[in-house]
C-alpha cells in the first residue's frame, strides 16, 4: 500500500509563491502515476495537475496551467507541485493522489495524502 503526506502549505499574499510536497512511503512510486487536486470549502475537490510514471508528462488544469508545475523525484520518492502568482481563488486545501493509469478524474486515484492547507489573501 502507497502512503503519501503533503507538506509546504502556508498562507501567502496574492502573488507569492509556495512548493507543495508530496512524501510517498515504500518502493513503488515510480508504478504510478501522481497528481494534485484541491478542495474548497463548499466546493467539489478538483483536478489540478498530473505527471505521468516516468514523469515525461503533465497536465494541468486550465485554472493553473502557466502558474503551477509539478515535478517528481524519483530518488526522493516525491513528488511537487510548484506555485506562483497565487491568487485567493487558489485557497484551499491541496491533496495528493496516486492512480495506476493516467487521469484526471479523482475516482481513478487509489491512495491520497491528507492535505495541506494553502491560503493566499489579497
Known amino acids: 500500500q502507497v502512503q503519501l503526506v503533503e507538506s509546504g502549505g502556508g498562507l501567502v499574499q496574492a502573488g507569492g509563491s509556495l512548493r507543495l510536497s508530496c512524501a510517498a512511503s515504500?518502493?513503488?512510486?515510480?508504478?504510478?502515476?501522481m497528481g494534485w487536486f484541491r478542495q474548497a470549502p463548499g466546493k467539489e475537490r478538483e483536478f489540478v495537475a498530473l505527471i505521468t510514471k516516468s514523469g515525461s508528462s503533465t497536465l494541468y488544469a486550465s485554472s493553473v496551467k502557466g502558474r503551477f508545475t509539478i515535478s517528481r523525484d524519483s530518488a526522493k520518492n516525491t513528488v511537487y507541485l510548484q506555485l506562483t502568482s497565487l491568487k485567493p481563488e487558489d485557497t484551499a486545501v491541496y491533496y495528493c493522489?496516486?492512480?495506476?493509469?493516467?487521469?484526471?478524474?479523482?475516482?481513478?486515484?487509489?491512495?491520497w495524502g491528507q492535505g495541506t492547507q494553502v491560503t493566499v489573501s489579497s
Open positions: 515504500g518502493r513503488t512510486f515510480s508504478n504510478y502515476v
Open positions: 493522489a496516486a492512480s495506476p493509469i493516467t487521469t484526471m478524474s479523482r475516482s481513478g486515484y487509489d491512495y
